[in-house]
């Protein structure tokens, strides 16, 4: 196979660099190789390399940013990915585009299905919804994975390591405790994908949630993160995580309270579930700090 991955330096992009390769031939453009801000180049250049399957795990991902640049958020989560669908249904080929658990308002209580009604309540959530729809609208071979709260020992910054690097700091920190959703590790994701392109076919194709097991607030997530990085030696300054509120810490870009995704669809389509969030927070740190 011939496999196109745009965004290959991101958190998942890296990920995904190494597992697709099980795969067959990678092709993987970064920003470098493509500005999806020029959305007329992107069918032209996608479709003179004729790829059996679009991973695309580019998106503009600064939620909060996003509020004060909308039309970058448009561009980049609903015009690209637009093109690439477009692009996708030229050559006769596949698109894997990767969303978000902001795509909800989070105040249903439960977690989400496919079919639930969506409601972001950021721009960021609505630019990557438009992006879903678009796509959708295509109607061509896709599969959306809708994620959450990733995060991986490559790439830039995520939570994980942003609470770690503070650990190491700060004798006190204050977390957020009333958001919750389900942390991700970057790896499984790519593995995820690797798995589901080759089962693929017409029965199989459309939206699908994918994160890891179980549950956890920001407030969760920091507390284990310091647990099992002091387990693996690091040396931390925290002596104390204290929980807070959404309220007692405003962003720009309003929070899905609850957005913790079912992921029973995918588990029927793969065999199998997701492991569970802290097991791979465990793995992505012990390979951070090997």
């Known amino acids: ?25 990678v092709i993987s453009w970064s920003r470098h190789d493509i500005d999806l801000c020029n959305i007329n180049d992107i069918i032209p250049k996608i479709t003179a390399l004729h790829p059996d399957a679009i991973i695309n795990a580019a998106a503009y991902t600064a939620v909060d940013k996003a509020e004060t640049e909308p039309e970058l958020a448009y561009r980049i989560n609903r015009d690209a990915p637009e093109q690439m669908a477009l692009a996708a249904q030229k050559c006769g080929t596949t698109l894997i585009h990767i969303s978000t658990d902001y795509v909800f308002d989070g105040l ?46 490559q790439g830039k910054g995520n939570f994980v390591k942003t609470i770690l690097r503070l650990a190491k700091e700060r004798a006190l920190l204050t977390i957020v405790e009333d958001q919750v959703s389900t942390p991700t590790w970057a790896q ?4 995820t994908i690797t798995t589901v392109l080759p089962a693929l076919d017409k029965n199989t194709y459309g939206v699908y949630h994918c994160t890891n097991s179980g549950v956890a607030s ?49 588990r029927n389509l793969i065999g199998t579930t997701l492991p569970y969030w802290r097991d791979s927070l465990r793995s992505m740190l012990t390979e951070l700090y090997s």
Do not use: C, F
């Open 1 to 25: 196979m011939k496999l196109l991955l745009v965004g290959s330096q991101g958190q998942v992009g890296q990920e995904l660099s190494s597992s697709l390769k099980k795969l067959g031939n």
């Open 108 to 153: 249903k209580g439960l977690p989400y299905k496919e079919t639930d009604e969506t409601n972001p309540g950021s721009v960021y959530g609505a630019s990557k919804l438009a992006g879903e729809e678009a796509i959708q609208r295509v109607d061509g071979k896709y599969v959306i994975l809708r994620t959450a709260w990733v995060h991986g020992a």
């Open 188 to 191: 499984d994701i790519a593995n």
């Open 218 to 266: 920001w407030y969760d997530l920091a507390i284990a993160a310091v647990e099992e990085a002091r387990h693996l030696g690091v040396p931390l300054k925290v002596k104390e995580i204290k929980p807070i509120t959404t309220e007692e810490y405003p962003l720009p870009a309003k929070r899905p309270a609850y957005s913790a995704m079912s992921n029973v669809k995918l």
